[in-house]
């Protein structure tokens, strides 16, 4: 009776031995079940974040901000803190009428900084988005109602097609008249764009750059002291929503970046003929800024804005 009742302990303890390696193993198999439901979830949130929504006005998108030219909901935002780090530039989108500011890319490395190696940052889009997805615009009839392709940029700018005369004429606000057609200021590529880091600065909204040139050159020691002898005088228009100041004393929000991309102010003479404001509402400013540079010296990279408005790249040969 003993050796029995030792043998049916010996057997309940193996079925309770069993029964618990069922149990764990059935736990595990839930468990790897719900790891395998996870990472497939991850994967679709990964998959996510580089579909973009299409859209062809505002009231597409759930921000209610459609980037028209590349046909994209944009994120909008306050500041880049409300940004994702691959598209971390908090800034309005130059070029659209909806003036809000929306999450933009800025280099393809930023673009991949998570696991992703073959994102771009859309010239167009200013999302990261796979090579060849937006190009934008390449005619007129690309556009809306109203609107012209600025082929360089692949971007739509509101306004008439034909025009006359020069500045903001008839043309919408941002685009200017060039040869009788509105088109949207040269888009920025100089090295001072590219090192200029505070593009949240720019806009569509502020004072419209549309021509740059090189003036009068003279050697001017009285002006440009004993080193940097050579003075270029750099013509600068621009138009405005809102009157220009009656002196260049009066003037702000308006910076010349060198070409490691720092911002400092404008040097422009207090003589006569050096800030010429114009038009009904002092809606057109013509502005000499001078440059002081080495007589040995015959090009520069320059770069100017107005705070709220466009960046004009400029290449001055002297």
């Known amino acids: 009776m003993p050796g029995a009742w030792s043998c049916g302990r010996r057997h309940r303890a193996t079925y309770q031995s069993r029964r618990k390696f069922r149990m764990q193993l059935r736990k595990m198999m839930v468990m790897l079940a719900a790891v395998s439901t996870m ?5 679709a949130c990964g998959d996510d974040t580089t579909t973009l929504d299409s859209c062809t006005s505002d009231t597409d998108c759930a921000s209610n901000f459609c980037n028209t030219s590349a046909g994209v909901c944009m994120e909008t935002c306050e500041s880049a803190a409300d940004c994702p780090d691959t598209e971390k530039e908090c800034a309005p989108l130059s070029g659209a009428t909806n003036t809000a500011k929306v999450c933009q890319c800025k280099t393809n490395q930023l673009c991949n900084s998570d696991d992703s ?14 090579p060849g997805t937006n190009t934008g615009c390449t005619s007129n009839s690309d556009c809306g109602t109203g609107e012209t392709c600025d082929t360089s940029t692949g971007q739509c700018v509101g306004g008439t097609t034909t025009c006359s005369g020069e500045g903001r004429a008839t043309c919408a606000y941002g685009s ?8 949207a200021p040269t888009a920025p590529t100089c090295e001072n764009y590219d090192k200029f880091n505070n593009k949240a600065a720019l806009g569509t909204t502020g004072p419209i750059i549309f021509k740059v040139g090189t003036g009068a050159v003279t050697t001017d020691t009285a002006f440009c002291g004993n080193s940097t002898t050579k003075r270029v005088k750099i013509n600068i228009s621009a138009y405005s929503s809102t009157p220009f100041p009656a002196t260049a004393a009066e003037l702000n929000g308006f910076f010349y970046v060198l070409v490691n ?3 400092t102010s404008v040097s422009i003479s207090s003589s006569s003929g050096n800030y010429t404001v ?13 440059l002081c540079v080495l007589p040995s010296s015959n090009t520069a990279s320059l770069g100017y804005y107005f705070t709220g408005g466009n960046f004009f790249c400029f290449q001055s040969t002297y």
């Open 39 to 43: 990472s497939f979830a991850l994967t």
């Open 117 to 130: 190696t073959s994102l771009v940052c859309g010239a167009v889009s200013k999302r990261c988005e796979e």
């Open 176 to 183: 200017a008249c060039y040869s009788g057609t509105c088109q």
């Open 261 to 263: 991309g720092q911002p």
């Open 278 to 290: 114009t038009g009904t509402n002092r809606d057109r400013a013509d502005i000499v800024a001078n």
